[in-house]
């Protein structure tokens, strides 16, 4: 892996991913997105971890899909290469996935960030869809997530003006789950991560699941599927665990079976 590193820390069933292209404030290139999709692949079909950790650096999460890459292309040349279809595979992890954003979330770096299932946000960080100022639009889902976050006025804006806006703003907008001094964002990912890993990750991959239906379908359909995953949960050993664990008045102890 060139552009990224993987850091798996077993004790605790986290996985960090740490985007590594900083002289380009980890601009997404096709390799790098490559390198980022096989990682998440892997770790999710790892069973010692539970929740995945996706940063940057203080400086940048990463600012967007590589320009210096697009730039010269045609419309047939980007339909061909097909770049998207990563970003699909990378949206299909199962697994419960955390962003430790700080410095430049822009563009395809705020999509990425959005494709995560939480923010943490680092007081410097700032967000943006700046795609216009070089003449295109969102391309990574942009305009769908942003929109479902912030809703279509704010969407709207930040996606025709380009402007940035910073960790509070965006999480007084409700993009991000949390703003904390620069200096802890990744300590605070940890141990957000550490508490989630500390369920039952049948049960939260299958709650993972239910809530991002909740975008993609109609209540019906998602209150479905929402209702046979928590059916399904009763098939693991880690439910008869967690409940008689709390009928026990003790701390439970979840395996992933
Ligand atoms: N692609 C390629 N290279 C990039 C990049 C990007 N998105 N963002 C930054 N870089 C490179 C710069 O070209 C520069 O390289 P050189 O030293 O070789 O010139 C290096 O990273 C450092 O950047 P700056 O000197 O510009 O740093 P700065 O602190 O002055 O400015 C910035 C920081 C405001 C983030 C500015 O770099 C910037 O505006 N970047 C582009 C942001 C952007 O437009 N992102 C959207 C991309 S399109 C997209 O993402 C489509 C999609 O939906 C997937």
Redesign the pocket.
């Known amino acids: 892996m060139e552009y990224i590193k993987v850091n798996k820390q077993y004790a605790t069933h986290i996985a960090l991913i740490e985007l590594n292209r900083p ?3 980890n ?3 096709l390799q790098l997105m490559g390198e980022l999709r096989d990682a998440l692949k892997e770790l999710d079909d790892d069973d010692n971890v539970r929740v995945i950790i996706l940063t940057g650096n203080e400086k ?1 999460f990463a ?8 730039a010269d292309k045609t419309a047939i040349d980007m339909l061909k290469i097909d ?2 279809s990563t970003w699909d595979q990378i949206r299909k992890t199962k697994k419960p996935l955390i962003a430790a954003v700080s410095g ?1 979330a ?4 705020c ?1 990425l960030a959005m494709t995560c299932d939480m923010i943490i946000a680092s007081e410097s960080a700032k967000f943006g ?3 216009i ?2 003449g ?5 889902g ?1 305009t769908q997530r942003l929109t479902k976050a912030i809703g279509k006025a704010k969407a709207m804006e930040l996606v025709l003006t ?1 402007r940035f806006i910073s960790g509070e703003e965006a999480m007084g907008y409700g993009l991000v789950n949390k703003v904390v001094p620069t200096e802890m964002y990744l300590y605070e990912a940890v141990q957000m991560a550490k508490e989630i890993a500390s369920m039952s990750p049948i049960a939260a991959q299958l709650a993972k699941e239910a809530i991002n239906r909740s975008f993609e379908t109609h209540l019906d359909e998602g209150l479905t599927l929402e209702r046979k995953n928590f059916y399904l949960a009763f098939a693991t050993e880690d439910q008869k665990e967690g409940m008689k664990a709390f009928i026990e008045k003790r701390k439970p102890e979840y395996k992933g079976k």
């Not at 600012?63 to 697009?70: H, P, S, T, Y």
């Open positions: 002289k380009e404030l601009a997404l290139n940048a600012a967007g899909a590589d320009i210096k890459q697009m770049q998207f430049f822009l563009g395809g770096g999509e869809q700046p795609e100022k070089i295109v639009m969102p391309g990574a942009g380009g």
